[in-house]
């Protein structure tokens, strides 16, 4: 029975991280040809549909860690998917005003370059049991360039949707009302620039020590 599940697991994650890779290899194709024929104010309209799709399968992710289904740990999956889907639902689908900046296409290829990687490399892993060494160095070498790029573009696109968000007070609950409570999406995108601040160094410290140690098993081998 132990064996079963087993098999039913790997099935079930390899599927999963397949699946979510022809979504962000979507994104990437899509942005790339539309940054090239038609500029980068076009290149979220392109890329919505598999961006949206890639980006909100990652719920499972979080799913996945709390019942043990992956040994990573719930604090470091959930501010990066949420992060995430903030961004993607909260920002980007919320606002279609900052969709034109050329920040968004920094944005989309950040994205979709370090979840190829982290995909294809998982996927691997899940189906035949291994990934190869070159596979694993992209996985935990990548990040050095592209997190920093990608939180500095995400960052940047909820900076420029502040004033937006201010004007339209999209999302706001206001006093009085029947729950006698009130919510200024304004200020909670204030609140969450300054979460960045600690948060980013925090990810990026923890990111640098599972380099060290996955980047020492490849050398013991």
């Known amino acids: 029975m132990a064996g079963f599940l087993s098999v039913l697991r790997r099935l079930y994650l390899g599927t999963y991280n397949w699946a979510v890779f022809v979504g962000w290899v979507s994104v990437l194709y899509h942005a790339l040809r539309t940054l090239r024929g038609h500029g980068y104010q076009h290149v979220y309209g392109a890329v919505e549909t598999p961006l949206?799709?890639?980006?909100?399968?990652?719920?499972?992710?979080?799913?996945?860690?709390?019942?043990?289904?992956v040994r990573s740990p719930v604090s470091a999956t959930l501010p990066q998917i949420a992060s995430r889907l903030y961004l993607t639902w909260g920002i980007l689908w919320s606002f279609p005003q900052v969709r034109t900046h050329w920040i968004v296409s920094s944005l989309v290829i950040s994205w979709s370059i370090t979840e190829i990687i982290r995909y294809s490399f998982f996927g691997m892993k899940e189906i035949i049991g291994f990934a190869p060494s070159w596979l694993l160095?992209?996985?935990?070498?990548?990040?050095?360039?592209?997190?920093?790029?990608?939180?500095?573009?995400?960052?940047?696109l909820i900076y420029l949707a502040l004033p937006f968000i201010k004007?339209?007070?999209?999302?706001?609950?206001?006093?009085?009302?029947?729950?006698?409570?009130?919510?200024?999406?304004?200020?909670?995108?204030?609140?969450?620039?300054?979460?960045?601040?600690?948060?980013?160094?925090?990810?990026?410290?923890?990111?640098?020590?599972?380099?060290?140690?996955?980047?020492?098993?490849?050398?013991?081998?």
């Open 52 to 69: 949206l799709l890639a980006q909100t399968a990652a719920v499972l992710e979080i799913i996945h860690s709390i019942v043990g289904l």
């Open 137 to 156: 160095w992209l996985r935990y070498s990548t990040f050095l360039v592209l997190y920093p790029t990608g939180i500095s573009s995400e960052v940047g």
């Open 167 to 221: 004007e339209s007070e999209k999302y706001c609950i206001r006093m009085p009302n029947k729950w006698n409570f009130s919510f200024d999406y304004f200020y909670a995108a204030i609140l969450a620039l300054g979460v960045y601040v600690p948060g980013s160094p925090h990810m990026y410290q923890y990111m640098l020590a599972q380099r060290k140690k996955a980047l020492s098993k490849l050398k013991e081998e």
